[in-house]
Protein backbone atom coordinates (compact mmCIF):
# COMPACT_ATOMS: atom_id res chain seq x y z
CA UNK A 1 0.00 0.00 0.00
CA UNK A 2 2.70 2.58 1.09
CA UNK A 3 3.94 1.84 -2.56
CA UNK A 4 1.40 2.22 -4.47
CA UNK A 5 0.73 5.58 -2.29
CA UNK A 6 4.37 6.88 -2.92
CA UNK A 7 3.59 6.03 -6.87
CA UNK A 8 1.44 8.18 -6.84
CA UNK A 9 2.34 11.02 -5.29
CA UNK A 10 5.40 10.46 -7.75
CA UNK A 11 2.93 10.98 -10.72
CA UNK A 12 1.40 14.05 -9.27
CA UNK A 13 4.26 15.87 -8.40
CA UNK A 14 5.46 15.15 -11.93
CA UNK A 15 2.56 16.87 -13.60
CA UNK A 16 2.64 19.57 -11.10
CA UNK A 17 6.45 20.15 -11.61
CA UNK A 18 5.58 20.27 -15.35
CA UNK A 19 2.32 22.75 -15.12
CA UNK A 20 4.27 24.81 -12.94
CA UNK A 21 7.66 25.29 -14.48
CA UNK A 22 5.79 26.00 -18.12
CA UNK A 23 3.89 28.53 -16.72
CA UNK A 24 6.92 30.13 -15.30
CA UNK A 25 8.69 29.96 -18.54
CA UNK A 26 6.09 30.84 -20.59
CA UNK A 27 5.91 33.92 -18.46
CA UNK A 28 9.45 34.73 -18.55
CA UNK A 29 9.25 34.69 -22.32
CA UNK A 30 5.92 37.06 -22.90
CA UNK A 31 7.34 39.40 -20.08
CA UNK A 32 10.93 39.49 -21.90
CA UNK A 33 9.39 40.20 -25.17
CA UNK A 34 7.16 43.21 -23.54
CA UNK A 35 10.06 44.54 -21.88
CA UNK A 36 12.20 44.53 -25.43
CA UNK A 37 9.47 46.81 -27.28
CA UNK A 38 9.98 49.52 -24.84
CA UNK A 39 13.75 49.73 -26.57
CA UNK A 40 14.52 53.61 -27.56
CA UNK A 41 16.16 51.49 -30.64
CA UNK A 42 14.02 49.84 -33.29
CA UNK A 43 17.05 47.59 -34.18
CA UNK A 44 18.19 47.24 -30.63
CA UNK A 45 14.48 45.81 -30.18
CA UNK A 46 14.15 43.74 -32.63
CA UNK A 47 17.05 41.87 -32.43
CA UNK A 48 16.70 41.28 -28.55
CA UNK A 49 12.99 40.08 -29.64
CA UNK A 50 14.53 37.43 -31.80
CA UNK A 51 17.11 36.58 -28.40
CA UNK A 52 14.24 36.13 -26.18
CA UNK A 53 12.09 34.01 -28.78
CA UNK A 54 14.90 31.58 -30.03
CA UNK A 55 16.04 31.16 -26.33
CA UNK A 56 12.67 31.33 -24.68
CA UNK A 57 11.58 28.71 -27.18
CA UNK A 58 14.20 26.40 -26.50
CA UNK A 59 13.66 26.72 -22.21
CA UNK A 60 10.36 26.02 -23.12
CA UNK A 61 11.36 22.41 -25.44
CA UNK A 62 13.81 21.74 -22.82
CA UNK A 63 11.05 22.01 -19.84
CA UNK A 64 8.74 20.51 -22.15
CA UNK A 65 10.66 17.38 -23.56
CA UNK A 66 12.00 17.26 -19.50
CA UNK A 67 8.88 17.27 -17.97
CA UNK A 68 6.72 15.05 -20.05
CA UNK A 69 9.12 12.21 -19.76
CA UNK A 70 9.24 12.51 -16.14
CA UNK A 71 5.34 12.24 -15.93
CA UNK A 72 5.76 9.31 -18.74
CA UNK A 73 8.10 7.17 -16.45
CA UNK A 74 5.87 8.00 -13.22
CA UNK A 75 3.23 6.90 -15.15
CA UNK A 76 4.97 3.72 -16.28
CA UNK A 77 6.08 3.07 -13.12
CA UNK A 78 2.34 3.04 -11.89
CA UNK A 79 1.36 0.47 -14.10
CA UNK A 80 4.19 -1.71 -13.54
CA UNK A 81 3.67 -1.39 -9.74
CA UNK A 82 0.38 -2.30 -10.45
CA UNK A 83 0.65 -5.52 -12.78
CA UNK A 84 3.47 -6.86 -10.16
CA UNK A 85 0.63 -6.55 -7.74
CA UNK A 86 -2.26 -8.36 -9.59
CA UNK A 87 0.31 -11.14 -10.14
CA UNK A 88 1.49 -11.55 -6.79
CA UNK A 89 -2.22 -11.62 -5.78
CA UNK A 90 -3.23 -14.04 -8.69
CA UNK A 91 0.08 -16.45 -7.94
CA UNK A 92 -0.41 -15.87 -4.32
CA UNK A 93 -3.99 -17.35 -4.54
CA UNK A 94 -3.46 -20.16 -6.58
CA UNK A 95 -0.84 -21.12 -4.31
CA UNK A 96 -3.16 -21.17 -1.01
CA UNK A 97 -5.29 -23.33 -2.67
CA UNK A 98 -2.92 -26.04 -3.70
CA UNK A 99 -1.58 -25.62 0.14
CA UNK A 100 -5.01 -26.05 1.70
CA UNK A 101 -5.71 -28.78 -0.26
CA UNK A 102 -2.08 -30.61 0.51
CA UNK A 103 -3.01 -29.73 4.32
CA UNK A 104 -6.56 -31.82 3.84
CA UNK A 105 -4.38 -34.79 2.80
CA UNK A 106 -2.11 -34.08 5.67
CA UNK A 107 -4.61 -34.21 8.26
CA UNK A 108 -6.15 -37.10 6.94
CA UNK A 109 -3.21 -38.74 6.87
CA UNK A 110 -2.37 -37.56 10.35
CA UNK A 111 -5.24 -38.99 11.54
CA UNK A 112 -4.87 -42.46 10.29
CA UNK A 113 -1.25 -42.63 11.79
CA UNK A 114 -1.34 -40.53 14.68
CA UNK A 115 2.04 -41.32 16.61
CA UNK A 116 3.75 -40.61 13.18
CA UNK A 117 6.11 -37.19 13.98
CA UNK A 118 7.24 -36.67 10.57
CA UNK A 119 3.38 -36.41 9.39
CA UNK A 120 3.08 -34.29 12.18
CA UNK A 121 5.62 -32.34 11.33
CA UNK A 122 4.63 -31.85 7.86
CA UNK A 123 1.17 -30.36 8.78
CA UNK A 124 2.95 -27.90 11.54
CA UNK A 125 5.03 -26.84 8.58
CA UNK A 126 2.11 -26.89 5.41
CA UNK A 127 0.16 -24.42 8.60
CA UNK A 128 2.71 -22.63 8.75
CA UNK A 129 3.34 -21.66 5.02
CA UNK A 130 -0.35 -21.40 4.32
CA UNK A 131 -0.66 -18.57 7.00
CA UNK A 132 2.57 -16.79 5.24
CA UNK A 133 0.87 -17.30 1.82
CA UNK A 134 -2.56 -15.83 2.91
CA UNK A 135 -0.75 -12.79 4.93
CA UNK A 136 0.51 -12.00 1.96
CA UNK A 137 -2.60 -12.05 -0.32
CA UNK A 138 -4.34 -9.86 2.32
CA UNK A 139 -1.12 -7.21 2.13
CA UNK A 140 -1.45 -7.12 -1.56
CA UNK A 141 -4.94 -6.92 -2.01
CA UNK A 142 -5.43 -4.68 1.41
CA UNK A 143 -6.08 -1.58 -0.17
CA UNK A 144 -8.77 -2.88 -3.08
CA UNK A 145 -10.29 -4.74 -0.26
CA UNK A 146 -13.35 -3.41 1.99
CA UNK A 147 -13.78 -5.51 5.57
CA UNK A 148 -17.46 -6.07 6.02
CA UNK A 149 -18.65 -5.94 10.00
CA UNK A 150 -20.88 -8.50 10.96
CA UNK A 151 -21.56 -10.12 14.80
CA UNK A 152 -19.08 -13.51 14.92
CA UNK A 153 -18.85 -15.80 17.72
CA UNK A 154 -15.86 -15.94 19.89
CA UNK A 155 -16.11 -19.78 20.95
CA UNK A 156 -17.28 -20.70 17.07
CA UNK A 157 -14.44 -19.14 15.24
CA UNK A 158 -11.50 -20.15 17.89
CA UNK A 159 -12.77 -23.94 17.59
CA UNK A 160 -12.76 -23.96 14.18
CA UNK A 161 -9.30 -22.40 14.40
CA UNK A 162 -8.32 -25.26 16.88
CA UNK A 163 -7.94 -28.04 14.28
CA UNK A 164 -4.70 -26.66 12.53
CA UNK A 165 -3.06 -26.08 16.32
CA UNK A 166 -3.18 -29.82 17.55
CA UNK A 167 -0.33 -28.93 20.20
CA UNK A 168 -2.11 -26.12 21.41
CA UNK A 169 -4.69 -26.56 24.12
CA UNK A 170 -7.22 -23.23 23.16
CA UNK A 171 -9.19 -22.36 25.90
CA UNK A 172 -11.65 -19.48 26.30
CA UNK A 173 -13.04 -18.13 29.29
CA UNK A 174 -16.81 -17.01 28.04
CA UNK A 175 -19.08 -16.28 24.94
CA UNK A 176 -18.42 -13.15 23.44
CA UNK A 177 -20.24 -11.74 20.15
CA UNK A 178 -17.14 -9.74 18.49
CA UNK A 179 -18.28 -7.42 15.41
CA UNK A 180 -15.61 -7.68 12.78
CA UNK A 181 -14.78 -8.84 9.44
CA UNK A 182 -14.44 -13.04 9.70
CA UNK A 183 -11.13 -13.25 7.24
CA UNK A 184 -9.56 -10.17 9.40
CA UNK A 185 -10.26 -11.60 12.80
CA UNK A 186 -9.59 -15.07 11.59
CA UNK A 187 -6.01 -14.19 10.27
CA UNK A 188 -5.57 -11.59 13.26
CA UNK A 189 -5.94 -15.05 15.42
CA UNK A 190 -4.07 -17.28 12.61
CA UNK A 191 -1.20 -14.89 13.79
CA UNK A 192 -1.01 -15.20 17.26
CA UNK A 193 -1.92 -18.30 17.97
CA UNK A 194 1.26 -19.29 15.11
CA UNK A 195 3.36 -17.00 17.04
CA UNK A 196 2.85 -18.80 20.29
CA UNK A 197 2.98 -22.19 18.85
CA UNK A 198 6.32 -21.46 16.79
CA UNK A 199 8.03 -18.81 18.77
CA UNK A 200 6.81 -19.60 22.25
CA UNK A 201 6.58 -23.05 22.30
CA UNK A 202 3.54 -22.83 23.85
CA UNK A 203 0.93 -25.79 24.88
CA UNK A 204 -1.93 -23.67 25.94
CA UNK A 205 -3.91 -20.11 25.13
CA UNK A 206 -5.68 -18.47 27.17
CA UNK A 207 -8.60 -16.21 25.82
CA UNK A 208 -10.45 -13.92 28.22
CA UNK A 209 -13.37 -11.08 27.04
CA UNK A 210 -14.28 -8.62 28.80
CA UNK A 211 -16.99 -5.99 28.15
CA UNK A 212 -16.16 -2.50 27.69
CA UNK A 213 -17.99 0.77 27.02
CA UNK A 214 -17.37 0.93 23.37
CA UNK A 215 -17.23 -3.04 22.71
CA UNK A 216 -15.05 -5.93 24.16
CA UNK A 217 -11.83 -6.14 25.11
CA UNK A 218 -10.27 -9.81 24.50
CA UNK A 219 -6.81 -10.96 26.56
CA UNK A 220 -4.92 -13.59 25.26
CA UNK A 221 -2.27 -14.90 26.38
CA UNK A 222 0.06 -18.12 26.71
CA UNK A 223 2.39 -20.41 28.69
CA UNK A 224 4.88 -20.14 26.77
CA UNK A 225 8.35 -18.57 27.15
CA UNK A 226 7.27 -14.54 25.80
CA UNK A 227 9.11 -12.11 24.15
CA UNK A 228 12.58 -10.86 25.73
CA UNK A 229 12.88 -8.13 23.08
CA UNK A 230 11.19 -4.34 23.45
CA UNK A 231 7.41 -4.26 23.08
CA UNK A 232 7.56 -0.92 21.00
CA UNK A 233 9.52 -3.42 18.08
CA UNK A 234 6.01 -5.74 18.31
CA UNK A 235 4.12 -5.68 15.05
CA UNK A 236 7.04 -3.54 13.11
CA UNK A 237 6.95 -4.22 9.47
CA UNK A 238 10.43 -5.73 8.28
CA UNK A 239 11.76 -5.65 12.11
CA UNK A 240 13.68 -8.96 12.59
CA UNK A 241 14.38 -9.20 16.98
CA UNK A 242 16.41 -12.68 16.67
CA UNK A 243 18.52 -14.38 13.84
CA UNK A 244 15.64 -16.90 14.20
CA UNK A 245 12.71 -15.03 14.32
CA UNK A 246 10.58 -14.15 11.22
CA UNK A 247 10.01 -10.61 9.15
CA UNK A 248 7.10 -9.55 11.28
CA UNK A 249 4.46 -9.39 8.92
CA UNK A 250 2.00 -11.34 10.78
CA UNK A 251 1.99 -8.98 13.99
CA UNK A 252 2.10 -6.02 11.54
CA UNK A 253 -0.49 -7.15 9.71
CA UNK A 254 -2.40 -8.15 12.47
CA UNK A 255 -2.71 -4.96 14.22
CA UNK A 256 -3.32 -2.70 10.98
CA UNK A 257 -6.34 -5.17 10.35
CA UNK A 258 -7.52 -4.29 13.96
CA UNK A 259 -7.07 -0.47 13.46
CA UNK A 260 -9.56 -1.07 9.98
CA UNK A 261 -12.16 -2.76 11.90
CA UNK A 262 -12.12 0.15 14.84
CA UNK A 263 -10.07 -1.43 16.88
CA UNK A 264 -6.82 -2.04 18.49
CA UNK A 265 -4.33 -4.42 19.20
CA UNK A 266 -1.47 -4.65 21.66
CA UNK A 267 1.14 -6.38 23.52
CA UNK A 268 2.28 -6.32 26.64
CA UNK A 269 5.21 -7.92 28.97
CA UNK A 270 4.57 -10.55 31.94
CA UNK A 271 6.81 -13.14 33.78
CA UNK A 272 5.64 -15.73 31.63
CA UNK A 273 4.14 -16.35 28.15
CA UNK A 274 2.89 -13.81 25.74
CA UNK A 275 -0.01 -11.35 25.87
CA UNK A 276 -1.90 -10.02 23.49
CA UNK A 277 -4.96 -7.32 24.07
CA UNK A 278 -7.46 -6.84 21.34
CA UNK A 279 -10.38 -4.33 21.57
CA UNK A 280 -12.94 -4.81 18.95
CA UNK A 281 -16.71 -3.36 18.83
CA UNK A 282 -19.21 -6.22 20.04
CA UNK A 283 -21.11 -7.39 23.47
CA UNK A 284 -20.11 -9.93 25.73
Same mark, same amino acid.
Given at each position: MMGKI???? &?? @???LVWLALTLS *?????LVLGLRQSTLLESNQAAAKQ? &?? @?????SFLLGC? *??????LTYFAYSDQKRYEEV????????????????SLRLQAEILEEAHAKNENLRRLLRDVVRLELQLENALIL???????LILEEISLSKMIQSLAVHWPQLQLKVESEAKLRADHRALECIFRNLFQNSAVHGK??????????SSNGVNLWIADDGKGFSGENSQLGKYFVRHTTRSGTGLGLYLSKKLAKRMGGELSFTK????FHAHLHLGGRV
Open positions: LNRW &RF @LLA *LSAWWQ &RM @LFWEGV *LIGGGARRFFSTFTHELKTSLTAQEEKTNAKNIFIKPKADKEG
